[in-house]
């Protein structure tokens, strides 16, 4: 029976989470799902990240209880504007085969496992949206942006020659053993740094680091390289690979830095002027960069620094606690906001008075108080970390203001040193 009245799955479709046992089942559904022929080397990883309640599935009797939808959530935590966290439900493995689209069961897994985030204490939902028109429906919205450079070591003329770099410090290359045990301690520091990062789980390092594999994560090996202080401890890392590439008898190789951890700015200098002295590379790539990095600036000519991947929304935020949320990141002001808000669950919708202090703390309480600005949940997830801003939304008609000057105000209090951003895809 597809659906029922009100487009939820109909009594042929049974939407539950799965068994330990299930999961060669439920990953071969994720193979069709995402258009790729299944291997079931994948299954290792599935069972590394396994969780009861947390893998689900649909499964229709009606062609043999097959498997034609997959969802996946786990714990996180979220970095926001101030270096607190949020405890985050990560969603994520979000299929439906393209038999049976239309017929509510993304719907009916992502409310299921909201509602139990919920009940879990998760303060917010995450996810990397692979379309763009899904998700806002559930009150998601587009949280960071992510970019990429391709630099010219020709035409941009290297790393400016004062840029600052620790005194004392080295670069070492590691192996993947060290990797694994060195890495998470350091991106566990780097993170609390950064709004819009979350947490790496063990299974993350074995899979980027090829300890195991996953259809459609290509991994290779590359280079990995940490750089330490004038005591031995390790302030940065970078994971680069080279491709091999001639111009007749010239190099015409390309750097891509795959990941890059700096937990302050003397250790990026350092790791990018390592980066641009590798032999026989003419050009450095990187995939994703937070879209206010300087790295174009730290170079003599700017201009050698061209866009490689267009800026887009990756991490998308779904506020599931309001008062909770804006009570746990800092404020660039003090002052009072009224937010009229709607959610399409409900959960946080109502109208909201945002008081901050001059120490950067806030709090969100229930008011009567006449709006300033109407937006939905999935608006303030946009606003929340810093990489969106309430007069951009106001002038393409994503929000609606009702006291003059009020979106300014939301701009003024919401302000942040850094665009929140995120590396990491999951």
């Not at 940490?226 to 005591?231: E, G, K, W």
């Not at 746990?328 to 003090?334: E, I």
């Not at 959610?343 to 108080?369: K, N, S, V």
Request: aromatic fraction near 8%; hydrophobic fraction near 40%; include cysteine.
């Amino acid at each position: 029976m597809g659906n029922d009245a009100h487009g939820r799955p109909g009594q042929d479709i049974e939407i539950r989470a799965i068994t330990e046992e299930e999961i060669p089942v439920w990953d071969r559904a994720i193979a069709r799902g995402f258009l790729r022929p299944h291997i079931a080397d994948g299954t290792e990883f599935r069972r590394l990240t396994f969780e009861p309640g947390r893998f689900l599935a649909a499964f229709d009797r009606a062609d043999g209880d097959r498997c034609v939808a997959t969802f996946r959530s786990f714990d996180a935590e979220l970095t926001v504007p101030g270096n607190g966290t949020l405890p985050v439900d990560a969603v994520t493995a979000v299929t439906v085969n393209s038999t049976h689209r239309r017929r509510g069961l993304l719907s009916g897994m992502m409310r299921q496992d909201l509602a139990a985030a919920r009940e879990r204490g998760s303060l917010a939902a995450i996810l990397i949206a692979a379309e763009y028109n899904i998700y806002g429906r559930f009150g998601y919205g587009p949280a960071t942006r992510a970019h990429g450079l391709r630099i010219d070591l020709l035409r941009s003329g290297g790393l400016r020659a004062d840029l600052p770099v620790p005194e004392g410090g080295r670069v070492d290359f590691l192996s993947l053993e060290e990797v694994r045990k060195l890495g998470p301690e350091l991106h566990d520091r780097w993170r609390l740094t950064q709004p819009g990062a979350i947490t790496r789980s063990p299974a993350w390092w074995k899979l980027h680091t090829g300890e195991v594999t996953l259809p459609g994560y290509d991994w290779k090996e590359g280079f990995y390289a940490a750089h330490r202080d004038a005591d031995g401890v390790i302030t940065g890392l970078i994971w680069y690979s080279v491709d091999d590439t001639w111009d007749g008898a010239f190099p015409n190789c390309t750097l891509t830095v795959n990941d890059f951890l700096a937990l302050d700015r003397p250790t990026a200098n350092a790791l990018w002027r390592f980066a641009f002295s590798v032999d026989w590379v003419r050009h450095v790539a990187v995939g994703n960069l937070s879209p206010d990095d300087p790295l174009p600036l730290l170079l003599n000519d700017p201009r050698g620094a061209k866009p490689h991947e267009e800026i887009c929304d990756f991490l998308w935020l779904r506020l599931l606690d309001l008062p909770a949320a804006l009570a746990a990141r800092s404020y660039a002001a003090p002052g009072r906001l009224v937010l009229q808000v709607t959610d399409p669950e409900g959960w946080t919708a109502g109208r909201w008075a945002l008081e901050t202090a001059a120490d950067g703390t806030g709090r969100c309480t229930p008011t009567d108080d006449p709006a300033d600005l109407t937006l939905d949940i999935g608006r303030v997830g946009s606003l929340y970390l810093g990489a969106e801003s309430a007069t951009r939304l106001l002038a393409a008609g994503l929000l609606t203001e009702h006291r003059p000057g009020a979106a300014a105000t939301a701009d003024l209090l919401l302000r942040t040193p850094t665009a929140g951003w995120n590396p990491d895809g999951f």
